[in-house]
């Protein structure tokens, strides 16, 4: 039974491995939970504590209903998770502690409260600012031990208050009070004991969560159950298909991966990042393209999707799945995708063919190609091979097709019948894909009784 927990500058993941066993995110951010859902095995339960909303667009509260409307348990607390519990616990978001107890009742209404800088994930989001509702909690204990009087704790409020919340921290604060002419003696008693009597409400409403969540997944509760109808919206479903492309984890338990640190690797290789950025570009607009014009994959689509796969992949159904990290959900989303895929490339192939020149251009590699293409045909013409045929050639369409496949693919058995191929390739008829192949090979047989290098045929 999966938790989900955001966390960041109030805890770090492993302060709250120390209290329940749960998958930790870094801070929410728009989308966030709407990948958390897409998660196999869905969680039972997402926490939301720490969110970001300053440098990124903050959590929405639509992806935190849709949450709920697919029957995932949300509980908030502290910071981030706190506001958006206030604002939605009629809809059955669980608010949890003191923090959301002040914004429910209107006693905190600034955003600003609970808001800290922070450093990067390298650093465990370090808290490099001190919330307000912090700041609130540590002069009311200076207060209740005598540490310091109330004029002097109504002093250090207004002048935190004033702050931008970044700016707020204990020196900086201390240094203004001093500054503005507030009793030395005070401050300095107070700057001694506050090592000491420092206190946080919201990491105090984090781990009071973590309790509530612990003791209610012990319960084994059944799916939430919304009571409100959840309206899909153009806006929605846009944010809907961003999202669900991207999970934030792959894989489960031990093998449990967070995403951005595989992409991470292909982003160290940037010639095939941009490859493959390209190519996700073409898959995202297929699928919105079917999706447009309705196309539904049924089961034998998505057979005949899995067939093909498997088979251009070289391996047996367990091992892809154990390679990709494909569990029952995600491989229904893949399968589902690829169906959609296949469909737009053979509903486009002609727009497609239309394209391919000014791509090469594009990508910088029809030059190569049409070198390649000039030295064939020169080799050809000094031949009498130019109108060759595979009859006249002597050479059977199946010696030909054997000899490619070991120079493109040595050591791997033919994929395939001909059909097949041909078609994978681009070409219009079998006779085409013969052609081709007979140009070639007499095109390597001449360069190399000549000595004469060949370009590589691959794309760079």
């Given at each position: ?6 966390c960041?500058?109030?805890i ?8 329940i ?27 939301i ?22 029957g ?12 958006r ?32 800088e922070?450093g ?14 912090d ?7 200076a207060?209740?031990g ?27 604060l201390?240094?203004r009070?001093r ?18 009597g420092?206190a ?11 309790a ?21 919206t ?42 493959v950025?390209?190519?996700?570009l073409?898959r ?17 689509e ?18 892809a ?11 229904e ?18 727009v ?21 293409a000039?030295?064939?045909q ?48 681009g070409?219009?008829?079998v ?29 760079t």
């Open positions: 039974m999966s938790v989900v927990v955001f960041g500058p109030t770090s993941a492993a302060e709250v491995h120390e209290q066993n749960a998958i930790c995110l870094p801070p929410a951010k728009h989308g966030d939970i709407l990948r958390a859902v897409e998660m196999s095995p869905k969680p039972r339960v997402i926490a504590i720490d969110g970001f909303f300053r440098t990124v667009p903050a959590v929405r509260h639509k992806e935190i209903l849709w949450a709920l409307h697919q995932v348990h949300v509980f908030g607390a502290a910071s981030m998770g706190a506001l519990a206030a604002e939605l616990c009629e809809f059955g978001m669980v608010g949890i502690g003191s923090i959301f107890a002040d914004y429910h009742s209107g006693l905190i209404e600034d955003d600003d409260e609970v808001a800290v922070h990067p994930a390298e650093l465990g989001f370090l808290p490099l600012s001190e919330a307000m509702v700041i609130r909690a540590t002069l009311d204990a207060l209740r005598r540490v310091i009087g109330q004029e002097m704790k109504n002093h250090l409020i207004d002048l935190a208050k004033k702050l931008f919340y970044a700016d707020r921290c204990w020196p900086d201390i240094s009070a500054t503005s002419g507030l009793d030395s003696s005070e401050l300095d008693a107070f700057e001694v004991w506050l090592p000491i420092r946080s409400r919201k990491r105090r409403d984090a781990l009071e969560m973590l509530e969540v612990s003791n209610f997944i012990a319960a084994d509760p059944p799916p939430f159950k919304a009571n409100f109808t959840f309206e899909r153009e806006v929605w479903d846009c944010d809907h298909e961003a999202a669900h492309s991207l999970p934030q984890v792959i894989g489960n338990g031990a093998n449990t991966l967070l995403v951005q640190d595989i992409l991470d690797e292909l982003r160290l290789i940037p010639g095939d990042y941009a490859r950025k390209r190519e996700a073409a995202a607009l297929s699928i919105r393209e079917a999706r447009r014009q309705g196309i539904d994959a049924g089961p034998d998505k057979e005949r999707a899995l067939r093909t796969w498997l088979r251009e992949r070289r391996a047996g159904l367990q091992r799945l154990e390679d990709n990290r494909l569990g029952d959900a995600e491989l989303t893949f399968l589902n995708e690829e169906a959609l895929v296949h469909w737009t490339e053979a509903a486009l192939e002609q497609v063919q239309s394209n391919l020149l000014n791509t090469l251009r594009s990508r910088g590699w029809l030059a190569a190609l049409i070198e390649r000039e030295a064939k020169l080799a050809l013409r000094a031949l009498g091979k130019e109108g060759a045929t595979t009859q006249t050639s002597g050479i059977s369409p199946t010696a030909l097709l054997g000899w490619f496949w070991r120079q493109t693919f040595p050591g791997q058995i033919q994929m395939g019948p001909s059909e097949t191929l041909a078609q994978k390739m070409f219009a008829e006779s085409e894909m013969n052609r081709a192949l007979l140009r070639e090979y007499l095109f390597r047989k001449y360069s190399e009784e000549h000595c004469i290098p060949i370009r590589s045929s691959g794309l």
